[in-house]
């Protein structure tokens, strides 16, 4: 059985930094893309950033680039995402999702849309609040 599990949120101050992490179990990330996405309260899902299966790229929305982070160790089987100067408008929920193989990754749709990937973890909360 496939489980993704993301672990590392909690409550921080804007300008702070957050690392999530990203866990697999019943599935090996070295054959995996993995993407992050976010929902705040009242706001539909959206699209943070994405990493291929060998890790070697990677692509961010635009409110991420520069500040977050997305970086893969296939040999912890796990994919991390670190979140620098972090602003109040960053608090969501965030999760990771995973889709197999390396064909889909060409097309900026398949990346960004949350539907496209084959497995999802169940999110984890993140506030930027003083």
């Known amino acids: 059985q496939v489980q993704l599990v993301e672990s590392g949120g909690g409550l921080v101050q804007p300008g702070d930094s957050l690392r999530l992490s990203c866990a697999a179990s019943?599935?090996?990330?070295?054959?995996?893309?993995v993407g992050w996405f976010r929902q705040a309260p009242g706001m539909e899902r959206e699209f943070v950033g994405v990493?291929?299966?060998?890790?070697?790229?990677?692509n961010y929305a635009d409110f991420a680039k520069g500040r977050f982070t997305i970086s893969k160790d296939n040999t912890k089987n796990a994919v991390d995402l670190q979140m620098n100067n972090l602003k109040p408008e960053d608090t969501a929920v965030y999760y990771c999702?995973?889709?197999?193989?390396?064909?889909?990754?060409?097309?900026?749709?398949?990346?960004?849309?949350?539907?496209?990937?084959?497995?999802w973890g169940q999110g984890t909360q993140v506030t930027v609040s003083s």
């Open positions: 990493i291929n299966y060998t890790g070697g790229n990677t």
């Open positions: 019943g599935l090996t990330f070295s054959s995996y893309g």
């Open positions: 999702a995973a889709r197999y193989g390396s064909a889909w990754y060409a097309s900026s749709r398949n990346r960004k849309s949350w539907d496209s990937y084959d497995y």
